[in-house]
Each structure stands twice: as C-alpha cells, then as structure tokens.
C-alpha cells in the first residue's frame, strides 16, 4: 500500500531474486556516472570543465530540482533499473555540488 492507502504500482515492488546493492557498489556506480558527467558537461575552448558556472548551488539545485521532477514522473511507470539510474543521477549531481561549491 502506498501512504494514500492505494496500491504501489509497478516499479515499486521487487522483481523476484532481485538482490539490493550494496554500498561499496552504490559508490563506486555514483563514481562512474560522475566520471560520465564529467565527460559530457560543458568545457571551455581548451577541453576543460567549465568549472566556474558551477561554483555555486544554484546551478546544481536547478539541475536536481529538474531531475528530481523528472523521477517523480516516472514514479508510477517506470521499470526499477530505469528509477534507480535517475537516483543515480541524482546523487551524482549533489555529489558534483558538494565538490565544486567551496
């Protein structure tokens, strides 16, 4: 049941055999999507990271308040390995802020 006394709909319950990751696995997932990033976020002239727009939370809250958003919608029709890589994003970019905003 769901706090509104509904039944969860798929994406929510496990699939059977399905094992939980553990927390070595979540980090080292975290570090591979934040090398992703890395890799596919805006960098300058020079192919460096444009490190200075990041240099405050506001671009970082923009971003996970979309991605949060976009998770949310996916809440109900979603398979699990579709929701748990938009969390993964997700952590990713709160990590990315935690480094980049002094």
């Known amino acids: 049941m769901d706090e509104e006394g509904g ?3 798929r994406g929510h319950a496990p699939a059977e055999g399905q ?3 553990t927390r070595p696995d979540i980090y080292a997932a975290i570090d591979r999507e934040r090398e992703r ?3 596919t976020w805006p960098h300058d002239v020079a192919g460096n990271p444009q490190r ?3 240099q405050f939370y506001a671009p970082h809250l923009l971003l996970l308040e979309k991605k949060t958003a976009r998770l949310r919608a996916l809440w109900y029709d979603a398979d699990r390995e579709r929701l748990r890589g938009e969390l993964l994003k997700i952590a990713a970019i709160a990590v990315r802020a935690m480094e980049e905003v002094p």
Do not use: E, G, P, S
Request: a positive charge; aromatic letters at 8%.
């Open 37 to 39: 990033q890395d890799a």
């Open 7 to 9: 039944r969860l709909r």
């Open 19 to 21: 094992v939980k990751m």
């Open 52 to 54: 200075a727009q990041y």
